[in-house]
């Protein structure tokens, strides 16, 4: 019995997998594209004038915010693309009707949104190292943040998905929560060159400490303890994991 659920789940994973893949031009290469447009734009115009942290030039700074801000966005439009399409469709039906859990359907969808924002955000480390000389000061750090930060808007997306009824309330949730909170979150600048009014505003978003640790992983410095931030994200995930789980058990906006 254990094993027959289990490939209702991997077949769930593998299906949620494969669509993003499929159009791998469109979900991958695009944000990549996207992100090292921001960087070439950026690095011309800032770098010769802005360092950070002392001695770290601004095209190094930026390229680790840039790659978590990228996996962030895309590891939401996963789940909550996904969840929405299968919706409007009516084919949501298919996926509710095997014997899976409500666990198990959360951690496929999760799973699939981790793996949709790494892939973008190795792309974009990639596609960044011939402009910068990036040290890798904390790998585990770096893998931490990754992960729960793709975990964390994963969760989000599919809050997202299932809430909205159509494609227009699913987009006024990504471009006036999700967007303002990542561009606001310390993507383009150190929190310690903001007034001290957005220096105790930024310590209310919860994508300001993703960023921020992430960044610790790479040049072992950054605005606020990487504890700290780690407890933030940490405790931000466990939050949104119980609601998401909440909302799948009651089956709210999914089973009539």
Same mark, same amino acid.
């Given at each position: 019995? *254990? ?6 789940? *991997? ?6 997998? %494969?669509? !993003? ?12 594209? #996207?992100?090292? %447009? ?13 360092? @950070? ?5 601004y095209t190094t700074f930026l390229v680790p915010g840039l790659i978590m801000m990228s996996? %962030?966005? #895309?590891?939401?439009? #996963? ?11 009516? +084919?949501?039906?298919? $996926?509710?009707? &095997? ?14 949104? $981790?793996? *949709? /924002? %790494?892939?973008?955000?190795? /792309?974009?480390?990639? @596609?960044?190292?011939? !402009?910068?000389?990036?040290? !890798?000061?904390? &790998? ?13 808007? /994963?969760?989000?997306? =599919?809050?997202? /998905?299932?809430?909205?009824?159509? !494609? ?6 990504? #471009? ?6 990542? =561009?606001?979150?310390? @993507? ?16 209310? +978003?919860?994508?300001?400490? =993703? ?9 072992g410095q950054s605005d606020v303890s990487p504890w700290l931030s780690l407890a933030v @994200? ?12 909440? =909302?799948?058990? *009651? ?6």
């Open positions: 019995m *254990r094993e027959a659920r289990l490939v209702g789940f *991997r077949t769930l994973l593998y299906k949620e997998v %494969l669509r !993003f893949w499929k159009v791998s031009f469109q979900t991958v290469a695009a944000p990549v594209l #996207n992100a090292v %447009l921001f960087l070439l734009i950026f690095s011309h115009v800032l770098d010769r004038h802005v360092t @950070v942290y002392g001695d770290i030039a996996l %962030l966005q #895309n590891a939401f439009a #996963n789940s909550s693309s996904s969840l929405i399409q299968s919706k409007i469709t009516g +084919n949501i039906i298919f $996926v509710l009707l &095997p014997p899976l859990s409500y666990r198990e359907f959360y951690a496929a969808y999760v799973i699939a949104s $981790v793996a *949709r /924002g %790494l892939f973008v955000g190795v /792309g974009v480390l990639l @596609v960044s190292l011939p !402009f910068v000389d990036l040290p !890798f000061a904390h &790998p585990l750090w770096i893998l931490a943040f990754a992960l729960m930060g793709g975990a964390i808007l /994963g969760s989000l997306g =599919m809050i997202a /998905g299932i809430w909205a009824d159509k !494609f227009d309330q699913l987009a006024a949730f990504q #471009n006036f929560l999700i967007l303002p909170l990542t =561009m606001l979150s310390g @993507v383009f600048y150190s929190l310690h060159s903001l007034p001290q009014l957005w220096q105790d505003i930024s310590h209310v +978003n919860p994508f300001f400490f =993703m960023i921020d640790g992430f960044r610790y992983g790479f040049f @994200v940490g405790v931000s995930l466990l939050l949104l994991a119980a609601l998401t789980l909440a =909302m799948l058990a *009651r089956g709210y906006k999914l089973r009539a």
